[in-house]
């Protein structure tokens, strides 16, 4: 049964129907690419702004008598622009993912955010705990802060799970064989899975207005949606297994 919710297909169709004995790894389409390098670098310029706002908050610490607030003010914008850098760093590589072929360079991509988080914030708390023109007292408030912004924005910035092109094209391998060779899933807002079918019950409650339809791809770069929805598998591997079953059926009444 078909569903009765607003089905809204995304990207356009992109969608893809080829044989499973030839498939290549996955290549993120042109579109999606070009969005991902706008988005890493405006990381990187905001990044390099709140290293900048680091820089201006390490000169306060060599002046007399030195001014809290402002300092405070400076770890908050630093915090905040460090955060905004990893989340579009993050949205980037789903849009891009690295290979893992080259272990380093996956690394290094996938986390960079952590890098930029270290790079922003440590020197700062070094030079607030060695910093002999503030008493204990401010070295204790400005190094807590400084030291709590730079666990945030590192936490922020890790990603505990980098999407890569072998886990694209696995997963999109995947979902064409269990779909007759399409490139098709649905996924709903709110949703954490990707399904096969947009009448599967887990996307049409009252809950769910709206259903988003696209490629593999597509899902993960709307959201970060990383597992296939077990109904829809089961029900996809039990339909797969009975086309044979009814072609020799066929077959064998026509004999």
């Not at 400076?74 to 760093?89: P, T």
């Not at 709903?188 to 409650?205: A, Q, V």
């Not at 899902?219 to 970060?224: F, H, T, V, W, Y």
């Amino acid at each position: 049964m078909a569903t009765n919710k607003k089905v809204t297909r995304v990207g356009g169709d992109e969608s893809t129907s080829q044989s499973t004995s030839n498939r290549p790894d996955f290549v993120p389409t042109k579109e999606a690419k070009g969005r991902a390098t706008q988005l890493r670098l405006i990381a990187g310029v905001l990044w390099a702004l709140a290293i900048g706002a680091q820089v201006f908050a390490i000169t306060q610490l060599f002046k007399q008598p030195v001014v809290m607030w402002l300092i405070i003010t400076l770890i908050v914008v630093d915090l905040a622009l460090v955060i905004v850098g990893s989340m579009l760093w993050k949205k980037s590589n789903r849009l891009d993912p690295a290979s893992e072929k080259d272990k380093f360079l996956f690394f290094m991509q996938s986390q960079l955010g952590l890098f930029a988080a270290i790079v922003a914030f440590l020197p700062l708390v070094i030079f607030i705990l060695t910093n002999k023109n503030i008493d204990k007292k401010q070295k204790a408030i400005l190094g807590s802060i400084a030291g709590a912004a730079l666990v945030i924005a590192g936490i922020t910035g890790y990603d505990f799970n980098p999407p890569s092109v072998e886990e694209y094209t696995q997963q999109t391998q995947e979902v064409e064989d269990l779909n007759q060779g399409q490139n098709l899933v649905y996924w709903t807002k709110s949703g954490t899975k990707y399904h096969l079918s947009d009448s599967c019950s887990y996307i049409n409650t009252d809950r769910t207005d709206e259903i988003f339809s696209g490629t593999l791809a597509q899902a993960r770069e709307s959201k970060k949606i990383t597992e296939l929805c077990n109904l829809c598998k089961s029900r996809a591997e039990k339909a797969n297994a009975a086309i044979p079953e009814a072609a020799e059926e066929i077959v064998e009444a026509n004999e």
